[in-house]
C-alpha cells in the first residue's frame, strides 16, 4: 500500500523560509516522477514543483526561484524548498505520485 507523509508546515513570516519533507512507502520510490501541489482556498490545486527520477525538475512559473524540489531516493524522501515566502503561498502543501496523495501539510505565510 502506498503512503505518502508529509510534514514541515507552519505559520511563517513574509520573507521566511519552510522545508517540507514526504515520506514515501510501499512504493518502488526511485523507478517514479514525484510532485509537490497545493491547494489555497477557494481554488483548484496546482503544481508546484515536480521531480523525475533522474533528478531533472520542473516549477510553477509563480515559484520560480524561491522554492526547490530535492528527491533523496536512498531514503524514499521528497523535499520543497521554499525560501522568499509570500502571501500568496499560504495553501495545503502535497506530495504525490502515480494517483497516490498525501494527507498535506499546511503553510500559512502571515504577518
Known amino acids: 500500500q502506498v503512503q505518502l507523509v508529509e510534514s514541515g508546515g507552519g505559520l511563517v513570516q513574509p520573507g521566511g523560509s519552510l522545508r517540507l519533507s514526504c515520506a514515501a512507502s510501499?512504493?518502488?520510490?526511485?523507478?517514479?516522477?514525484m510532485g509537490w501541489y497545493r491547494q489555497a482556498p477557494g481554488k483548484q490545486r496546482e503544481l508546484v514543483a515536480g521531480i523525475s527520477i533522474g533528478g531533472t525538475t520542473n516549477y510553477a512559473d509563480s515559484v520560480k526561484g524561491r522554492f526547490t524540489v530535492s528527491r533523496d531516493n536512498g531514503k524514499n524522501m521528497v523535499y520543497l524548498q521554499m525560501n522568499m515566502l509570500k502571501p500568496e503561498d499560504t495553501a495545503v502543501y502535497y506530495c504525490?505520485?502515480?494517483?497516490?496523495w498525501g494527507q498535506g501539510t499546511q503553510v500559512t505565510v502571515s504577518s
Open positions: 510501499g512504493i518502488i520510490f526511485n523507478i517514479y516522477d
Open positions: 504525490s505520485v502515480l494517483s497516490f
